[in-house]
């Protein structure tokens, strides 16, 4: 167990809707990171939150929004879904933004789009 | 940005042999190369780590070599377990990217008892 928890584990939904994932990082962690896990794409950098601020992003769509909170913990918000946004979406935290500090994957939440 | 590519896709060996992976990455300003391994529907679990500052670390079976000229890093995996089965993935970071992880392709490892 990293410590880092995620929710909902499975979601299904149709395309055109709304989702919303939850990421709650390690205690004491103050950076959060979104990575998007396909078939076709391998694993992807969506983006890094620190301490409540946006610091970088990667190949986010627009469809695609991100926020943290005052109490660190990180939500991922997908909207118009398509069938290719189908994967797994892993958050994962770091206590800082050194390059050295390891990044702690949660358990992914598991997202089916049909 | 940053590229990094993993070979081979999949690896599969007798237990016992010994496994390696490479990878290359193209910023040479990245000084962090990570190792994670995945196993089926779980997350990616740290297995191993460089800085940019070092050429070889080892923890007991494995290994992890860096040729920062070459923009070559490998994993070494010796006396291979059944266990040792999962996805590696070797990912390359940096300060100046957000260190953003960018991972390899993966490569899946097979170790035949």
């Known amino acids: 167990d990293s410590g880092v928890t995620q929710t909902p584990k499975h979601l299904i939904t149709a395309t055109g809707q709304r989702v919303t994932l939850r990421c709650s990082p390690r205690?004491?962690?103050?950076?959060v990171y979104w990575y998007q896990q396909s078939l076709d794409q391998g694993l992807q950098f969506l983006i890094h939150y620190y301490n409540g601020e946006e610091r970088a992003k990667g190949n986010i769509l627009e469809r695609f929004s991100a926020q943290q909170f005052p109490d660190l913990h990180s939500e991922l918000n997908l909207s118009s879904l398509e069938l290719g946004d189908s994967a797994l979406y892993f958050c994962?935290?770091?206590?800082?933004?050194?390059?050295?500090?390891?990044?702690?994957f949660g358990p992914g939440t598991r997202l089916t789009v049909l | 940005g940053e590229n990094v590519e993993q070979h081979p896709s999949t690896l599969s060996v007798q237990e016992g042999d010994s496994a390696v992976i490479k990878c290359t990455y193209s910023d040479s300003a990245s000084n962090y190369f990570p190792w994670y391994k995945q196993e089926l529907g779980k997350r990616p679990q740290l297995i191993i780590d460089i800085r940019s500052n070092v050429g070889e670390k080892k923890d007991q079976r494995i290994a992890v070599t860096l040729n920062k000229t070459a923009k070559h890093f490998s994993l070494h995996i010796t006396e291979t377990q059944p266990e040792d089965s999962a996805v590696y993935f070797c990912?390359?970071?940096?300060?100046?990217?957000?260190?953003?992880?960018?991972f390899g392709g993966g490569t899946r490892l097979m170790v035949k008892p």
């Open positions: 205690s004491g962690d103050l950076s």
């Open positions: 990912a390359a970071i940096h300060n100046n990217a957000g260190n953003m992880l960018t």
């Open positions: 994962a935290s770091s206590s800082g933004t050194n390059s050295y500090n390891e990044q702690f």
